[in-house]
């Protein structure tokens, strides 16, 4: 049964700090993994889409790697500003086409 | 274009009462999926249409729960009787197809039991 780890649960950093997420599977055999972010009482929010045969995607300031043998992948965010403060969420599909979910990562970016 | 929608955002209601949620799923997105969140715990799948076929309920918790996509369109989730359980977010998502099968999620409906 796939699970998805994210690690840390929380996390304060300063503006302007470069900041990374982890995520870990622990089935490799996914066909993609997204990264969302949400905002308390709203949505998630689709930020990257990385393909099983990708190593990573790139969206302004954001990074997304996959190492799929190693079930794991990271969210890299560059010059972080307040405007960032969410909940990032990672999830793999499989084959059965759905998401899994991680718990997320709550960040807050300290002006 | 029109992201995806559902109503309502917010219901509370006492326990062994019916309720029944919608979602209106992007213009064209044969796949739609419905997912919950309860408290504290991270979110789970529930079922996947691909247009009005179920492809896919394996996550939904009880007979309690039916889910439909008439025509295709939207679908309507519906608790029958709800339990204290039941409380949590809904979310319903929709991607255009299956291989590619980036999910566009709603804002969720925050369903109460008491």
């Known amino acids: 049964k796939q699970e998805v780890t994210q690690i840390p649960a929380a996390l304060s950093v300063p503006e302007g700090e470069n900041l990374v997420l982890n995520c870990s599977f622990t089935?490799?055999?996914?066909?993609?993994l997204q990264w969302f972010r949400q905002d308390p009482g709203k949505g998630l929010t689709s930020l990257l889409l990385?393909?099983?045969?990708?190593r990573e995607q790139t969206s302004g300031r954001l990074n997304a790697s996959l190492d799929k043998s190693s079930g794991r992948s990271t969210l890299y965010i560059a010059a972080s500003q307040p405007g960032d403060s969410a909940t990032y969420l990672c999830a793999v599909v499989t084959g059965a086409n759905n998401l899994f979910f991680g718990t997320g990562t709550r960040l807050t970016v300290i002006p | 274009e029109a992201g995806v929608t559902q109503f309502p955002s917010h219901s509370v209601i006492e326990k062994g009462q019916t309720v029944t949620l919608r979602c209106d799923p992007i213009s064209g997105h044969d796949n739609l999926y419905w997912y919950r969140r309860v408290m504290g715990k991270e979110i789970k799948f529930l079922l996947h249409f691909v247009k009005e076929s179920k492809q896919d309920e394996s996550g939904m918790p009880n007979n309690r729960f039916l889910a439909e996509r008439t025509g295709g369109t939207y679908s309507t989730l519906k608790v029958q009787p709800a339990e204290l359980e039941d409380s949590g977010v809904y979310f319903c998502?929709?991607?255009?197809?299956?291989?590619?099968?980036?999910?566009?999620f709603g804002p969720g409906t925050r369903l109460t039991v008491l």
């Open positions: 089935d490799s055999a996914i066909y993609n």
């Open positions: 990385i393909q099983s045969s990708q």
């Open positions: 998502a929709s991607s255009q197809d299956m291989v590619n099968n980036e999910q566009f």
